[in-house]
């Protein structure tokens, strides 16, 4: 089997989940479906960033011991992963012993061939982005964010970023696609053609972090120790044999705000260390709230626990699957998802299924008609055209192109939507019900083959829909499409599986 690793950022626990966490994991999750479904053997990985001054600020404005504190908040996290139904392998967090141990390990080998070296920083630091700014990116006063910044100076341990600048970009141009979408590439380009400082790497004004091995005053810079655990996970520093299986990472799926930190910074510290780089970084784009951009101060953020208690895990993985082309900004508007959920789940899906199997139940005493073999060309294209449709999906999801492969498979739930019209199987029961088996058949087949499908987009709707035909867990993977329903099997009847959201 081939390995498939992919990886979430992991969430800081200053703050409460919101829809941009939900948003990054619902997409890694969809992916990490997909290529388990299509026979590869899946990693998933996601967690919590758990260090640095930002939390350690966030624990003492609630008078918490930092480490009671992301104890706490990290549950929150843990929570969404569940309540997203995400199929993650593991929840790393940056407190864990494991982590600490390779951040060591990481720092040692750095350290001791040469890349990193002691000195003194001294310019602007932002905490909300855990970030540090040149004069001449600042943006009246502040960070290009809009964060506060604050001048820092202090003993710092630097890492020689500046020595990878060539390498970096002879890395980017032999893998052109390391780094999605392209107009993002161009940015990183440009960031690096400009040239690179060294990094500071570690902090001295507050606690709360990985300690610097042999120099405890010490705190390993937050990114430093924050990118690590995608490494931890595969087993760096603790099973050399686990990691040369494990690692390198396939795709990590960040927001375009955290690109730097893993197309520039990650890959040199990874060069640095000898290792293997990741085969591609992912940058999402941001979400709106009805066109307004999301803020605390502005009381506009988005809780996924109630938008999903409202309307439907399901129904919210498809909407914000499908309503952004992947790497762009998108609005979230609730007249959007209502729209969505009646017209594309409950009309052109949840109504196709409902359809074929009470009419079946009626006519067909409940069981797969047969159809004596006797296929012409419009039932041929409708059985038969699983073949494209998996290999145009597994080309869309190779390119994240993932609002694109969900029109892909909704292409195919309209052609069944046309042929249950055109060819009015309730029109033959009278006088050919021979013709109206083979079309029955041929719904229920396609209907089998999208419940297939829509797995990794909407488990829960898809295994109701695959339970439709009894199937066994290992009769809907992707290598399954191509096995026909059996006839004469019984079809056990589902409740509406996508109920209309009546606007008030
Ligand atoms: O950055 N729309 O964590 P984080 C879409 N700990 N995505 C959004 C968003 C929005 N409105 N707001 C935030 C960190 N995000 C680091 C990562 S990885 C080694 C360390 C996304 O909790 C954001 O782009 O601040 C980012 O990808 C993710 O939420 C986590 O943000």
Redesign the pocket.
């Known amino acids: 089997m081939k390995n498939f690793y992919i990886t979430t950022?992991?969430?800081?626990v200053n703050?409460s989940p919101?829809?941009?966490?939900a948003?990054?994991s619902l997409c890694c999750d969809y992916i990490a479906r997909f290529k388990k479904l299509d026979g590869f053997n899946v990693r998933f990985l996601t967690g919590t960033?758990e260090h640095g001054q930002k939390v350690e600020n966030a624990a003492n404005a609630k008078q918490i011991k930092p480490k009671d504190f992301v104890d706490e908040v990290s549950k929150n996290f843990l929570k969404l992963t569940d309540f997203l139904n995400l199929s993650n392998s593991d929840f790393i967090r940056t407190t864990q012993q494991r982590h600490l141990n390779s951040c060591e390990y990481l720092w040692k080998k750095l350290y001791s061939e040469g890349h990193i070296y002691l000195d003194k920083y001294s310019g602007w630091y932002s905490v909300r982005d855990e970030a540090y700014f040149q004069e001449s990116e600042l943006i009246d006063g502040k960070a290009p964010t809009g964060a506060d910044v604050e001048w820092v100076e202090e003993p710092s341990y630097f890492f020689n970023l500046s020595k990878w600048k060539d390498k970096l970009l002879k890395f980017y141009q032999d893998n052109n696609n390391f780094i999605l979408p392209l107009s993002r590439r161009n940015e990183v380009l440009n960031f690096v053609r400009g040239g690179l400082k060294d990094l500071s790497v570690s902090r001295t004004s507050f606690n709360w972090g990985v300690k610097v091995p042999n120099d405890p005053n010490h705190i390993m810079y937050v990114?430093l120790d924050?990118?690590t655990?995608?490494i931890t996970y595969s087993g760096y520093g603790s099973n050399e044999k686990e990691f040369k299986n494990n690692w390198p990472a396939d795709l990590h799926i960040?927001?375009?705000?955290?690109l730097r930190?893993h197309a520039v910074y990650w890959p040199a510290f990874l060069m640095a260390a000898d290792l293997p780089l990741p085969k591609r970084v992912f940058a999402?784009?941001?979400?709106t709230n009805e066109g307004e951009k999301?803020s605390k101060s502005l009381g506009n953020v988005i809780d996924p626990f109630k938008l999903i208690e409202q309307y439907g895990l399901d129904q919210v993985r498809y909407f914000l699957l499908r309503e952004v082309p992947f790497g762009n900004d998108g609005d979230f508007s609730k007249s959007h998802l209502v729209q969505r959920i009646n017209s594309e789940l409950a009309n052109n899906l949840g109504n196709l299924v409902q359809r074929v199997v009470s009419f079946c139940l009626k006519n067909t005493m409940g069981k797969v008609p047969d159809h004596k073999n006797k296929f012409n060309k419009e039932d041929l294209e409708i059985i038969n055209s699983f073949e494209t449709e998996i290999s145009s999906l597994r080309n869309l999801i190779d390119q994240q192109k993932l609002d694109e492969s969900l029109k892909e498979i909704w292409i195919k739930i309209s052609k069944s939507n046309k042929y249950i019209d055109e060819q009015a199987p309730w029109n033959l029961k009278n006088d050919n019900a021979e013709r109206m088996n083979i079309v029955l058949y041929c719904l229920l087949e396609s209907i089998r083959q999208i419940g297939i499908l829509i797995q990794p987009i909407m488990p829960n709707s898809a295994n109701r829909i695959l339970d439709i035909f009894g199937l066994d867990s290992n009769q809907r993977n992707f290598n399954k499409l191509g096995t026909k329903l059996v006839v004469g099997i019984d079809l056990i009847k589902q409740d509406v599986i996508f109920p209309r959201i009546e606007n008030k």
């Open positions: 950022p992991i969430y800081y703050d919101h829809i941009g966490h948003y990054t960033d990114w924050a990118l655990n995608y960040v927001g375009k705000d955290i930190f999402h784009g941001w979400w999301i």
